[in-house]
């Protein structure tokens, strides 16, 4: 009992310590979201050119964090006509480069694994672009787009689909605190939580169990760290091999890297690490879903060497400027609760957070949540009735584009990624 109590303890002194942080990543992401409509992305994202992955890059960071809602966001995007790189761009813009993200890196292991996650989250994007050339041929996406049109559900579809955001034009400041606006920041910010929590509660509690039962000498002889060269060599390799099989994703994968960088996990091996929230078991189980499996085998294979290559170069460039922290001492292991700055902030954002659930309630966001799970082949708007203060409010329903219906498809020969040169 008093391993099992020391574990809870150690994860109750992560939820604590992040608390406040998580509240206000998610509060900002909930205020882009609510002035950003989903139906503009498509348009945006037609080709593989470096402009548009990195409007796609950026769109998915102002996106869901949640990683099963960001992979059936991109097979939506990808059905609707976006390009397949640009989708899968995109992807990792909204499990790698948002805010929260960044935030609960900075408080848990340090300024320099958020400076090194946004700057190695665009670098992955474009190792993968080059792998997608060299490897993905334009009939493995025909194939793809073919078996995504069946519409096989995965996780998190109706999340996915809805569009909660301010329907109305204006300038941002206006249309974010009107009361529309208002409205949908509340709906976005409780939808988010919802999506993220399960994930987040796996993540604090695998985290406290290993940081409470597993010696750090067991990490430091299986990460190699009495050889400098070989650790910064072997841990990005192994990382996301350590992340496959653990089965958290989104942002519940921090606490367990700040546990892993104690143990002795190279700088760049922490980063590959928490790239590989995109091919856990599970996600790669509905990848075989949405486009086959020789599309989810081939997404394993080059997410994988982009992590791996993205770990390496972070390595690199942090260790020849001298940012790779010297002490692997993350606040993850720091037990119990403390009447200090981090209380305040934490009072002051559950205040922020009731205000939020309330107008949440009070304006039918309830029958939203039984819709978390949908269907991949029905979009629910909800932008359009975000004013309406109706406890009984039902949000429509639309019907999705068919098979038929959606945009024009790359077909030019045998070229890879099936782009046009």
């Not at 208002?182 to 993220?196: G, R």
Request: net charge neutral; aromatic share 10%.
């Amino acid at each position: 009992m008093n391993a099992i109590g020391h574990a809870l303890a150690l994860a109750g002194s992560m939820t604590w310590e992040i608390l406040w942080a998580l509240i206000l990543g998610f509060a900002l992401s909930a205020m882009v979201q609510a002035v950003v409509r989903k139906s503009t992305i498509v348009r945006l994202l037609g080709d593989d050119h470096p402009r548009t992955l990195a409007v796609a890059a950026g769109l998915g960071a102002a996106s869901s964090s949640c990683s099963y809602a960001a992979v059936a966001l991109a097979r939506s995007l990808f059905r609707k006509g976006a390009n397949f790189t640009a989708a899968m761009a995109f992807e990792i813009g909204s499990t790698n480069l948002v805010v929260e993200l960044g935030i609960i890196l900075a408080l848990l292991m340090g300024w320099q694994f958020t400076a090194a996650e946004f700057v190695g989250g665009p670098i992955m994007i474009v190792l993968l672009a080059v792998l997608f050339r060299l490897f993905v041929r334009s009939r493995l996406v025909d194939a793809a787009r073919e078996q995504a049109h069946k519409g096989l559900a995965g996780s998190m579809e109706g999340h996915a689909a809805m569009d909660m955001s301010v329907p109305t034009d204006g300038p941002f400041l206006r249309r974010l605190f009107s009361r529309p606006g208002l409205t949908a920041v509340s709906h976005v910010f409780v939808m988010e939580w919802a999506a993220i929590l399960r994930d987040l509660v796996i993540g604090l509690l695998i985290a406290g169990a290993i940081g409470a039962w597993v010696p750090d000498t067991f990490w430091q002889r299986f990460f190699l760290t009495d050889h400098p060269l070989a650790s910064a060599i072997w841990s990005p390799i192994v990382g996301p091999l350590v992340a496959i099989l653990s089965f958290v994703c989104s942002i519940g994968n921090v606490p367990l890297a700040a546990v892993l960088w104690n143990g002795g996990i190279s700088f760049g091996g922490v980063i590959a690490f928490i790239y590989a929230d995109l091919l856990i078991l599970p996600i790669l189980n509905i990848y075989r879903k949405y486009y086959g499996t020789r599309m989810m085998l081939t997404l394993l294979g080059t997410f994988y060497a982009a992590m791996v290559g993205a770990g390496y170069l972070v390595e690199i460039l942090f260790g020849t400027t001298g940012l790779v922290p010297r002490e692997h001492n993350a606040m993850v292991m720091a037990e119990g609760i403390h009447w200090n700055y981090t209380t305040w902030l934490n009072i002051a954002f559950l205040v922020l957070t009731a205000l939020l659930v309330l107008r949440f309630v009070r304006t039918g966001g309830i029958p939203m949540l039984r819709m978390m799970g949908g269907a991949p082949d029905a979009d629910h708007d909800h932008g359009a009735h975000a004013d309406h203060d109706h406890s009984d409010h039902q949000a429509p329903h639309d019907r999705a584009p068919s098979g038929r219906d959606h945009a024009a498809q790359d077909h030019t020969g045998d070229h890879p990624s099936g782009h046009t040169h």
